[in-house]
DNA sequence: CCTACCGATCGGTAGG
DNA sequence: CCTACCGATCGGTAGG
């Protein structure tokens, strides 16, 4: 009697679909987000999502679809982050030392600010469903890949060691930004820009602030 | 009719005990590691396990005892590693700079060596069993520590930009090797001790073997 | 959004 | 070192 589902609830309201569905699955996936980067992907149940969010288990199901849905959306979040780092040091400037900076700061920054998201990433990088791999090493691929392009640029102005082969440069500056999702402590003194102006010092880069 | 057990098997050779059985326990950790490394360590299940050494399931008890007692080894293991490091370090020379530049070299020749072994104690980090938990949080924190302490030697030394947090700095070396984890490929053109080195230029430090 | 429940699989044991 | 097996738990479904 229904077409194929025109937009979900009520056909009088298109405009504005964030609803309480919609609420209560982002809320979902951030408590899974929580557990798996606790327990991993396979020790976190949904039993266990459920309970933090106040569902019975089954009920999870309205929500979320499968086990899978949620891991996927974490690694797809993680996908959505990488690229709108690049676009932000791109954007900086069209000094390559300048969009090195600010990647280092942007990229730092969403580690931190995600930092379980990153964890699940991460940590559950074999345990994703076949089709979003695939997706998530490409895009990966392409993250390290422009990274080492700037830093190329960076040896050319004469910013960074030539001999050091721009690849391995490229992996050590995302090493260092990376490993902080490891030690980071949000009540501690150092806040992420901060942390960030220290790499960049530590590798004889200015601060990007001057 | 036999005491608590003189040594394993035979009472007339107690002097190399390295039988067949502790062979095939090695091989079983081996296995073990790759197996976690792969699909995580409530992922990994006993029968895959032993499946790969060419075991029944409940054989495989026959060599372990428990699940936990394949991560507790494992776990031991890195402890071993970071502690050996240290003392290399430490040994090189009276001089922070060079304590500092092995430290690094041994590190993340450690971390590629045993490559899977270290994936698991950082992925599964929080499936340790409590007793082993503590000894492995304690003896990281020391770790960190030690770095840190050879950070501010350097930094003394003016080798080391003095306006970042030696903690900090500590961290970013120990991220940039730590992370060649995720991205070291055997069969590419670098090896261990000159991505070490590649480090050693990137932060200012001149090569270990200069 | 829940109760009831299913098939599958897991870690581990019995008993030889 | 194996066959047979157990209790527990998991992801997911039925049916309302």
Same mark, same amino acid.
């Given at each position: 009697m229904e077409g194929p589902r025109t937009n979900g609830t009520d056909p009088m309201r298109t405009d504005d679909p964030v609803t309480d569905h919609d609420r209560r699955r982002r809320q979902i996936l951030d408590v899974a987000a929580d557990v798996f980067a606790e327990r991993g992907f396979q020790g976190g149940t949904t039993k266990e999502i459920a309970k933090r969010v106040g569902l019975s288990q089954p009920s999870f199901y309205h929500y979320v679809g499968s086990k899978d849905d949620l891991v996927r959306a974490i690694a797809n979040q993680v996908d959505a982050d990488m690229k709108s780092v690049l676009e932000k040091a791109d954007a900086a400037s069209p000094d390559p030392v300048i969009k090195l900076q600010t990647l280092i700061v942007e990229f730092t920054r969403a580690v931190l600010v995600n930092r379980r998201t990153f964890t699940v990433y991460w940590h559950e990088y074999n345990s994703f469903p076949q089709d979003v791999a695939a997706e998530v090493r490409r895009d990966e691929a392409a993250f390290v890949h422009s990274v080492t392009d700037l830093v190329r640029g960076c040896q050319e102005a004469g910013r960074l060691p030539a001999d050091v082969t721009p690849g391995v440069t490229a992996r050590a500056i995302l090493g260092m930004a990376s490993w902080t +999702?490891?030690? +980071?402590? $949000?009540?501690? $003194?150092?806040?992420p820009d901060g942390i960030a102006a220290a790499f960049c010092r530590l590798i004889g880069l200015a601060d990007p602030e001057r």
């Amino acid at each position: 009697m229904e077409g194929p589902r025109t937009n979900g609830t009520d056909p009088m309201r298109t405009d504005d679909p964030v609803t309480d569905h919609d609420r209560r699955r982002r809320q979902i996936l951030d408590v899974a987000a929580d557990v798996f980067a606790e327990r991993g992907f396979q020790g976190g149940t949904t039993k266990e999502i459920a309970k933090r969010v106040g569902l019975s288990q089954p009920s999870f199901y309205h929500y979320v679809g499968s086990k899978d849905d949620l891991v996927r959306a974490i690694a797809n979040q993680v996908d959505a982050d990488m690229k709108s780092v690049l676009e932000k040091a791109d954007a900086a400037s069209p000094d390559p030392v300048i969009k090195l900076q600010t990647l280092i700061v942007e990229f730092t920054r969403a580690v931190l600010v995600n930092r379980r998201t990153f964890t699940v990433y991460w940590h559950e990088y074999n345990s994703f469903p076949q089709d979003v791999a695939a997706e998530v090493r490409r895009d990966e691929a392409a993250f390290v890949h422009s990274v080492t392009d700037l830093v190329r640029g960076c040896q050319e102005a004469g910013r960074l060691p030539a001999d050091v082969t721009p690849g391995v440069t490229a992996r050590a500056i995302l090493g260092m930004a990376s490993w902080t +999702y490891r030690w +980071y402590n $949000p009540e501690g $003194p150092a806040d992420p820009d901060g942390i960030a102006a220290a790499f960049c010092r530590l590798i004889g880069l200015a601060d990007p602030e001057r």
